[in-house]
Every structure is written in C-alpha cells, then in structure tokens.
C-alpha cells in the first residue's frame, strides 16, 4: 500500500489496509516521513517510512517514485495498491515487471487541483502520466460519483465508488468531553464554538473568508484545526482583521483528539469554492467527521457536499463567500433552535448509514 500522505492521519488509507486484511493479506503501509510527522499510532498491520532528500516539488516526487519502485521490486507482493496519481508511476511500473495485480485508488480528481492550475506545464506532465498509464488500469477506485463520472467519460474504464467514511467503531462522543475540551480552549459557557478542520486548509477553501466573517459574530469562537498551504497566512490575516481572540488554532493531531475537539463544536464549517473542476466535486473528509461528531454542518453549496447534507438534513448552505454575509448566515443557524435539534436528530440517523462497514459491500473483488 503505497501513499504520499501521512501515515499517522491519513484516515481513508487506514481503512484501505483494514479491508485488504480483511480480505487474507498481510499489509505493509509505505510512505514518507518528514520532521513535522506526527508518530504512528499502533497499527494492526506493518509501516514503513522513507525518509528523502527533498519534501516537495518534482524532485520529491522523482525520488520518492524512484525509491518507492526500488522497494516494490526487491519485496515481495501479491497485490499492489495506490493510492493517488503521486504514487502510480512507480507502482504500475513495479506491477508490470514483477506481474502483480495492481489497484489504482484516487482520493481525488487530481490533475484538476487548484495547486496544478497556476503551473501548466507540471499539469501537462501529470496528466501525460495519467493518460499513459489509466487506460491500462483493471481496478480503478475513487471518493464519489461525479469524480467516477469524469474518469469513466474520460477513459471508459469501470470505476468502483468507496467513499470515505469512518468506521463504525471509530469514534463515539461522550458527554464528558465537550465541556473538557471547551474548557481547555477557554471557551465560555455561553459561546458558540465553529470548526473548520482538515489537513488541507489549501487555497479556495473557504478558511480566510471564514476567519473575516469572525468580525461580525459576537460570542462566538473558531477553531482552525489541521494544516496546509494557507494555514499560515490564516493567522496573518486574523491578525489584520482584529479577530486573534476569537480564533483558535490548533494542529495536526490523531484522529481520535481531533474527533473529540470536533464533538465539543457547535457547527462544523466545509466552505470550499467552486474555482475548479476538483473542488467543484470535491466530497470532503471533514463532513463526515462533522457527521460522527453529531455536530451539524454549514458548507458551500456543491453537488457532491450537497447530496449529503440536504439529502440527510443535516444543516444549511452558504449563498456566497463574502464574509458579512457568511456571518449573518452563520449566526442565523446557531440562533435556530429547532432546526438544530432536527439536524442533530438526522445526524444520528446519517451516522448510522454513513459507515465503512457499509462501503464495505461495494468494495472490488481482490
């Protein structure tokens, strides 16, 4: 199993592993370790870091593949599985030579990434990469129907739907805890507490606009808890618009504190953009936290997002991103006290349909 994510957090790749063993296989996880690394939480299966001379750019990624493919060449494996187009190269390669079945997993539509757009020339390589090599592909899993959608249009291959949700075991509130960690984070009892959590805060997300909307809400706080591209220039801009006292940031952290921090929420915020074609079908990961920490949702309106929170009833749509209006949007949902008890009500029910035990019945053959 072959990622270029952190192990230690990488929820869905977690889960990848569980079923493969599941399944009969002995599981080894391969990935990167970089300083900021958080250490890896026990694990049922084996893990293995490498550790490279280069953290980002083309370099990273001609090494990391070039180590990656050595590794897959001189271990043995019955079935290799990758996951994202960052680490296909050196897995497809490896499954050729060596005759192993391959499967492909794609976490999302990956050349159309905002950190693609600006550069056309490294987009260009990484679709000839995938346009080369996803024709061959026999076994092809992605998050949603709309990215399925676009592949099968683009290539006519079958694609398998796993979206990401939890376990069903994987996290459980208790009450104990919400006024724990409220306490912890100085929160006062009679104010609301927002959340927008994700380890890729990235550009066209939603998080500066949802940092300004803080100037027009009175008592009530946010926590921005993760990281990614813009989460420094978030605290620069917190900074700018008078809010510090009103924002929490808090980082990275196992999958169980994060759920806990989640849980003693109010609103869980999903705002990313319409700016391009992933976003647009992006079905992100912190919606079903939000979900399994039975706190009700505000996102922007994409087709993908809105499936789940209109289709389940679980909480309410931004008209735009401009953040005056953000807030009176906001502050409108925290006010209404019936329809949060309705939203907590179907949350419960989304929880209970919305599991990786359940995903589990559509997963490929392997």
């Known amino acids: 199993m072959a990622v270029t994510s952190d192990l230690a957090t990488d929820q869905r790749v977690h ?7 599941g399944m009969g296989y002995t599981v080894q996880l391969v990935g990167r370790i970089l300083p900021s690394s958080l250490p890896m939480p026990q694990r049922t299966y084996s893990c293995k870091r490498f550790k490279l001379p280069f953290t ?3 370099l990273f990624y001609a090494s990391y593949n070039l180590r990656l493919l050595l590794y897959l060449l001189f271990n043995r494996s019955d079935l290799i599985f990758s996951n994202d187009l960052d680490t ?24 159309g990434v905002p950190e693609l757009a600006g550069r056309p ?3 260009k390589i990484w679709k000839a990469i995938e346009r080369f090599i996803f024709p061959k592909l026999e076994t092809v899993i992605t998050v949603n129907d709309s990215i399925a959608d676009l592949y099968h249009l683009e290539y006519g291959k079958e694609i398998h739907v796993i979206r990401n949700v939890p376990m069903q075991s994987a996290f459980q509130p208790a009450a104990s805890d919400r006024q724990e960690i409220r306490s912890k984070l100085g929160v006062l009892p009679t104010e609301k507490l927002l959340i927008l959590q994700g380890s890729g805060i990235n550009k066209d ?25 813009v989460f ?26 994060m759920m806990r921090h989640t849980a003693a929420c109010d609103l869980g915020l999903t705002f990313d953009k319409d700016t391009n074609i992933n976003y647009r079908f992006s079905l992100p990961n912190k919606i079903f936290d939000y979900i399994r920490a039975g706190i009700p949702v505000m996102a922007s309106r994409l087709p993908e997002v809105e499936k789940i929170v209109q289709g389940y009833g679980i909480g309410w749509f931004i008209s735009g991103h401009d953040p005056a209006i953000m807030a009176q949007e906001i502050d409108a949902a925290l006010q209404d ?12 029910l989304a929880a209970e349909d919305l599991t990786w035990e359940n995903e589990l019945k559509k997963y490929p053959q392997l």
């Open 121 to 123: 020339t490294v987009q």
């Open 56 to 58: 980002k750019g083309p």
């Open 15 to 21: 889960r990848n592993c569980m079923a493969l063993a």
């Open 232 to 257: 420094k220039d978030v605290l620069k801009l917190a900074v700018t618009n008078g809010v510090t006292s009103k924002i929490i940031f808090l980082p990275r952290m196992p999958y169980e504190a």
């Open 205 to 229: 997300r939603g998080a500066e606009e949802a940092v300004m909307a803080m100037q027009y809400l009175e008592n009530t706080k946010l926590v921005l808890l993760g990281g990614g591209d």
């Open 88 to 111: 296909l190269p050196a897995c497809w390669l490896a499954s050729r030579i060596k005759r192993k079945k391959l499967v492909y997993d794609s976490h999302e539509y990956y050349t």
């Open 337 to 348: 006290a019936t329809a949060i008890a309705r939203c907590r009500k179907n949350l419960q």
